[in-house]
């Protein structure tokens, strides 16, 4: 008995997985559902009064902030659902990294979305939060330039594509060791890194050095 326990547990893992996977995308639509009508509930509500903490209108204030909470609650549901369904479909199609790059994308553009709303529902001013999140993002740019140049070359390495995981390659360039170049076998395009194996180690070359290398095959032993 203990034998045929074995597989059957595994069959019912199985298709409890597959029912959870089916319904998951399910889940992320109706919270994004019940996040717009929670946002118009909280608009509505606050039509009758002037501003929060106010003698007019306290159950209506009440309501205003109570479906304010669940667009912040729902809206954060949807984008961290919904992104992630959009990465699974497109893994299916594409590389691993691409579909990650299109998950953040989502995931950043929902919970900026969902920020905005839910701080307008409050009756924040939103065009200063804006104009300091501006300067802020001018100032984080500056200091992280390097960073955001490697993340931008990642995507144009991913979008053009000089290379392919699994490719045998040789890179060319000034700042790649005492003689300019690097030999190995690409492991990984990453969002910051590349990663080459060169057989004695797994070397880890930023994005924009290696967009700015000369690529070519790796040679073969006789044409070196």
Request: include cysteine; hydrophobic fraction near 50%; charge should be neutral.
């Amino acid at each position: 008995m203990p034998l045929q326990d074995g597989p059957q547990l595994d069959l019912s893992v199985q298709v409890a997985r597959a029912v959870k996977e089916k319904t998951r995308p399910w889940k992320s639509v109706i919270a994004l559902a019940l996040a717009i009508v929670a946002a118009g509930t909280s608009g509505w509500a606050h039509q009758h009064f002037n501003h929060y903490f106010g003698s007019a209108g306290p159950l209506y204030q009440l309501i205003a902030v109570g479906c304010a909470a669940f667009v912040a609650l729902f809206g954060s549901v949807a984008a961290y659902g919904l992104s992630g369904q959009a990465r699974t479909a497109l893994e299916a199609h594409t590389s691993p990294s691409h579909a990650a790059i299109v998950r953040y994308a989502l995931l950043l553009i929902g919970a900026v979305v969902t920020l905005v709303t839910t701080l307008g529902l409050f009756g924040i001013p939103i065009g200063q939060l804006v104009l300091g999140g501006a300067l802020t993002s001018v100032f984080v740019g500056i200091a992280a330039q390097q960073s955001l140049g490697n993340v931008f070359a990642g995507m144009v390495l991913l979008l053009a594509r000089p290379f392919h995981v699994g490719d045998a390659v040789r890179l060319r360039a000034g700042a790649l060791g005492s003689n300019g170049m690097i030999d190995g076998t690409v492991t990984e395009i990453g969002i910051t890194y590349v990663r080459l194996d060169t057989g004695q180690n797994v070397v880890a070359i930023p994005n924009s050095l290696a967009l700015a290398s000369v690529v070519g095959p790796l040679p073969t032993p006789e044409e070196n």
